[in-house]
């Protein structure tokens, strides 16, 4: 398994880069895997989303809908991706440490 | 310049031992407005990575094998193999597949047809560690050499000169996972050889023998299924939190109140969803809802672990796990005492409980099993639904899962459907059986990993590609919305990465989804704009 090593962080990850351990996550890890992803700064916009995804994950083991976490962040889609450029799944859910969506998604 | 071909027997194996590379250049050209697409190339595994991961000849990793932690490691696993083989050659081991395995290892006359009906061979310009007979023939030079009598004497004579060794099986394993089993190639074939289902075994040796698969299809597919209830992980809380949401948002869109039933006993129909349409398409569960309720039909969704997730990805790689899932979805059923149990839109969903398991379920354990097409198609043509087909006023093709139409041979309900609701429906060329795979079949679609997904869109996804240009040719401009109807979760996973990497939706507005929204968009009870057009 891969170590993602960046700053003080480092934390074992998949090949594509998601936390292989969601328990270990924080807001240090946060920024460090922001920047894999081009984001240099986590803005209040990015915290609003990865907050949701965070609290979603942890209650119910999946990231939430995309319609969803639109509606729960009153953010569209174009705005998530601006946001974060890989989008909600590559880009949102890694920074959030999530582990990579799985199954038909 | 033209590729090598294999002109004899010796040749493959030599092939074999050379990697080849894909090349952009040589892919399939597609037609107006990509006259001048460049594609970018595959990702390359990276050097670091290849101290942990196996990579497949052609550069691509699918099966993601760990690398051997030391010579005798890769000696046991070799062993495993050839214990494995023996295994799936004798009829105490092997069942459910031996006779049809047996028929095409034996009878295959290397006449080729088989090539020019795969669209991952032709796709990809002709390689030829793609051809469809390409891992038979290795398969049954290991067979020849190692399991039948006397195989070891003068084996380059024989043209059975293949050297059983970890990098052989690495690339036998990784060719495995380079072919959809959409088995378009078994329905050209003249004689009836099966390179899909002969490929399928070769995946169920490695996963029930060396613990070699797909991790999207294992760990995270039928493991996580049979843990957690799900292979998107969703837990039941998580189901329960998805469908009021849903309802909340069909009454936002169409004022209907609508409470979602579960675990309703007795009821008509027991709804089997693959779980990936909560999560990314939950329109085609809210769908399903809407047009159940105006039919009046009794209806009901499980809350059980795996009761409420229809895939079954064994049916892809392992007899084992396979047992498993199907044996779950009847038990539910049974227990609930539904009359019937209705497939949503998942083709292999279909073909493992209705096709494969129907030949396999003990008779205490049978409930029957029916297509949604099936289904709807009665809703629809027996005008159970009041419909207004203007409102589905826009180009609309059908893509064809390969599971429910070749495998399985639904066909013309979704087309009667079509009819009554999408008033500028084309077909694609060819369609039905002879379609060609979306090329995420197999469960490829849920394999984001490395660079799986740049392969899947270049190379297996690109006559599907082709073919839907070719469908919308004559209104191909972005500003005219166009939908790409195709009714199995799998599939839309594929239609999603396709139309994403080509950019179809910004230069064509080439949008993508399955039948019930389609179905739903043209109730004229429902308030207009059920179809939102918002690219997802």
Partial sequence: MPTFTHGEVSIEVDEDGFMQEPEGWNEVVAHALASTEGVDDLTDEHWKVVNYLREYYLQFGVAPMIRKLCKETGFNLKRIYELFPSGPAKGACKVAGLPKPTGCV | ?536
């Fill in chain 2, 1 to 536: 310049m033209e590729r090598p071909r294999i002109a004899s027997q010796g040749d493959l194996v030599r092939f074999l031992d050379q990697n080849e590379g894909i090349d952009p250049a040589r892919l399939v050209p597609l037609p107006y407005p990509y006259e001048d697409w460049v594609d970018e190339p595959i990702k390359e595994i990276t050097e670091d990575q290849r101290t942990r991961i196996e990579v497949g000849p052609d550069g691509v990793c699918g099966a993601q094998i760990p690398v051997p932690q030391s010579e005798e490691e890769k000696e046991r696993l070799v062993a495993s193999f050839l214990e494995g083989l023996r295994k799936l050659l004798t009829k105490e081991n092997n069942w459910t597949f031996l006779q049809p395995l047996l028929l095409s290892m034996e009878n295959c006359v290397k006449c080729q047809t088989c090539a020019e009906a795969c669209p991952i061979y032709t796709g990809s310009g002709h390689m030829e560690m793609y051809r469809p007979t390409f891992r038979a023939e290795v398969l049954r030079k290991i067979v020849d050499r190692y399991i039948k009598p006397g195989g070891k004497l003068f084996p380059k004579l024989r043209g059975n000169d293949i050297e059983l060794d970890w990098e052989t099986l690495v690339k036998l394993a990784e060719l495995s996972y380079r072919c959809t089993l959409c088995r378009r190639c078994a329905q050209q074939c003249p004689v009836g050889v099966d390179n899909g289902l002969l490929t399928r075994e070769i995946r169920k040796l490695f996963s029930q023998e060396l613990g070699i698969a797909m991790p999207e299809l294992h760990q995270v597919g039928t493991v996580k299924q049979l843990t957690v209830g799900s292979s998107t992980g969703l837990n039941p809380a998580g189901l329960m939190d998805i469908m009021e949401f849903a309802e909340e948002d069909i009454t936002d869109k169409t004022g209907l109140e609508i409470k979602i039933p579960f675990d309703v006993e007795g009821a008509e129909y027991l709804v089997l969803h693959n779980a990936g349409e909560f999560l990314s398409w939950p329109e085609n569960l809210q769908a399903f809802a809407i047009i159940l309720e105006a039919a009046g039909i009794s209806w009901t969704l499980s809350s059980e672990l795996v009761g409420y997730d229809s895939v079954n990805y064994g049916l892809f790689y392992d007899d084992i796990q396979y047992s498993r899932i199907a044996l779950k979805h009847y038990e539910i059923a049974k227990k609930l005492g539904v009359k019937k149990i209705m497939m949503g839109e998942c083709g292999h969903a279909h073909k493992a409980t209705m096709a494969v398991a129907d030949r396999l379920i003990p008779d205490s354990l049978r409930v029957r099993a029916e297509s949604c097409l099936v289904a709807l198609e009665d809703l629809v043509t027996s005008d159970r639904l009041r419909l207004d087909p203007s409102r589905n006023d826009f180009p609309v093709t059908l893509h064809d899962p390969c599971n429910i139409t070749r495998s399985m041979g639904i066909i013309q309900p979704q087309r009667n459907i079509l009819a009554k609701i999408a008033p500028r429906f084309r077909e694609m060329e060819p369609h039905g059986v002879d379609n060609f795979c979306c090329g995420g079949g197999s469960g490829f679609a849920v394999c984001q990993s490395l660079n799986f997904p740049d392969w899947r869109t270049r190379v297996s996804g690109r006559v599907k590609f082709k073919q839907i240009l070719e469908a919308f040719a004559d209104s191909i401009e972005p500003e005219t919305h166009k939908y790409v109807c195709a009714p199995c979760s799998n599939c839309k996973g594929q239609m999603r990465d396709l139309l994403t990497y080509y950019d179809a939706w910004e230069r064509c507005g080439i949008m993508y989804g399955g039948l019930v929204e389609l179905i739903v968009n043209a109730m004229a009870d429902i308030p207009e704009g059920f179809l939102e057009w918002e690219f997802h």
